[in-house]
Structure formats: C-alpha cells, structure tokens
Nanobody, 123 residues
C-alpha cells in the first residue's frame, strides 16, 4: 500500500520558518511529481507548490512565491517544503500528493495523498 507521510508541522511565530517533509513508499518515486496543498478552516484546499519528477521544474502559488521553496531527494524518497517568513494566513493543514511525471495545480489529478500536517502561525 502506497503511503505519503508529512512531517515537520507545528506552531511558529509570524516571520519564522518551518521545513515540511513528505516521505513516500512509492517504489518508483523518482518518476513521480509531488505537490503541496493546504487547507485552512472553512476554506477550500489550495495549491501551494509543485515539483516535477526530476526536480528541474517547480511551481508556486503567488501567495508563497519568494517565501517557500520546494525540493526533493529521490534517494530518500522525500520532498521538502521550506517555508520562510511565515504569516498567520499560512495557517492550515498541509498535504503532499503525488502523480506521475509533471506536477499540476489541480488536486484532482493527483494519485496519492498524505494525511496532512498542521502548521499554525501566530501573530
């Protein structure tokens, strides 16, 4: 059974940093793209960042561009989301998801999902 497990969430003050990790059991992980999504209470899930299978193409939502960085280590089957200059509006449950080859902004295109990790940014 394929699993994606997020970790690294927590409580941080505004302006602080967190690094989220998404570790997967997908055997052919090096052929999969990964996206990070988030969902705040009362809001719809939204795309945050994505990275293609090689790590050569990344994409970011405008709201996080310049503050968040997505990267991957295929040998460790792990994708990271470095989040700097965090704002209270970044508070949400963060999910990672995987799909073959190319990342995209539509969550319905993703094949596998993790259970999420809570990020809370206090003002």
């Amino acid at each position: 059974q394929v699993q994606l497990v997020e970790s690294g969430g927590g409580l941080v003050q505004a302006g602080g940093s967190l690094r989220l990790s998404c570790t997967t059991s997908i055997r052919t992980f090096s052929t999969y793209a990964v996206g990070w999504f988030r969902q705040a209470p009362g809001k719809e899930r939204e795309f945050v960042a994505g990275i293609n299978w090689r790590g050569s193409i990344t994409d970011y939502a405008d709201s996080v561009k310049g503050r968040f960085t997505i990267s991957r280590d295929n040998a460790k089957r792990t994708v990271y989301l470095q989040m700097n200059s965090l704002k209270p509006e970044d508070t949400a449950v963060y999910y990672c998801a995987a799909k073959p080859v190319a990342a995209g902004r539509d969550g319905s295109d993703y094949e596998y999902w993790g259970r999420g990790t809570q990020v809370t940014v206090s003002s």
